[in-house]
């Protein structure tokens, strides 16, 4: 009888591990996807960040033949959904829209729940993000020079709105604030659909948003931009001059999206997700569609996006050293 129950145990045994093997078991990049693959957007729903992750969930389920969908993980300043992908299963399916935070967070918390050089796998740079100095269209801030000479005669008073605490647009912010020694209030949201719609409200004095998610606003007159990062002024707005033409060259850094998978995930995956992504930006369809939001296409490789996360990151560890701004 013992013998007989040694027996089975081992057969169980056996075939638990022959089922957790299979559960592990490495997939033939010819059939990836098998099934529903998940892009974490760390913010809310209605900014660019949100708009960008549903068209390439679209054109990537239309490229594989398979369900692809957007997961909003929004919370601060997109870490709760950075931090969600890190930790996923490096099997492929589950993918994140990451934005230019991830090389500037590092810097400004003293800890940090994942690490973006170790933890996450480069998928592909997606595009450049310009930031945009924007107002209501009924704010009394008549430009950049009237926004400061009412700050200084008010200190504490007025307020610059970002898209969480930590990211491009709440850097930009400290930055003009040190430049021209003024104090003004930083209020951070949960993505760039929540910021403008208090801007909008006449909540926030004025904002450093994305020029994307602004864009349909400062088109349909509801909003008024008086400057643009970026080495050149926006072709979708060609009339706003640049920071760096307005005297604030630091403000010319450029942010972007970019695609990231966890770390592990296996090399011939993460190459053929990468080849299918940057060859959907850059198709004419597509990048006519990012071009007209105010955003420039750029669909890399993994290996050009795990340089430029390098270069950046000693970038902005630059910067924000210079300035002094820290989170925590």
Do not use: C
């Amino acid at each position: 009888m013992t013998t007989q129950k040694n027996k089975a145990a081992a057969l169980v045994a056996g075939v638990m591990m022959l089922l957790g093997a299979t559960a592990h078991a490495v997939e033939d990049p010819q059939t990836y996807p098998s099934r529903v693959v998940k892009i974490v957007m760390p913010f809310s729903p209605g900014g660019m960040g949100d708009t960008l992750a549903r068209l390439l969930a679209n054109a990537l389920a239309k490229e594989w033949n398979q369900t692809v969908i957007v997961d909003n993980r929004p919370g601060a300043s997109g870490m709760i959904g950075n931090r969600e992908v890190a930790s996923a299963d490096p099997d492929g399916y589950t993918l994140l829209i990451g934005i230019s935070q991830v090389v500037q967070a590092p810097f400004l918390y003293k800890k940090l729940p994942y690490d973006i050089t170790t933890d996450f796998t480069p998928i592909s740079q997606l595009a450049y993000a310009n930031t945009i100095f924007a107002v209501a269209a009924n704010s009394p801030v008549g430009s950049i020079d009237d926004y400061v000479r009412m700050a200084r005669k008010q200190p504490g008073k007025l307020s610059f709105g970002s898209y969480g605490a930590g990211t491009s647009s709440h850097i930009y912010g400290e930055i003009f604030n040190r430049q021209n020694d003024i104090k003004a209030v930083h209020v951070a949201y949960k993505g760039a659909a929540p910021l403008l719609t208090d801007v909008l409200g006449g909540h926030i004095s004025v904002t450093f948003s994305d020029l994307a998610t602004s864009l349909p606003y400062l088109q349909s007159g509801k909003m008024k931009a008086y400057a643009v990062s970026g080495e050149r002024r926006a072709p979708t707005l060609p009339d706003v001059p640049t920071f760096k033409e307005l005297g604030y060259p630091t403000l010319s850094l450029t942010g972007w999206y970019a695609m990231l998978a966890p770390t592990g995930v296996p090399s011939d995956i993460a190459q053929k997700i990468s080849q299918t992504v940057a060859r959907v930006v850059k198709s004419p369809e597509i990048s006519d569609q990012l071009l007209s939001w105010g955003l420039t296409p750029i669909g890399s490789t993994g290996q050009e996006l795990a340089q430029a996360i390098r270069t950046d990151l000693a970038l902005w560890d630059s910067v924000i050293k210079e300035t002094g701004i820290s989170i925590e």
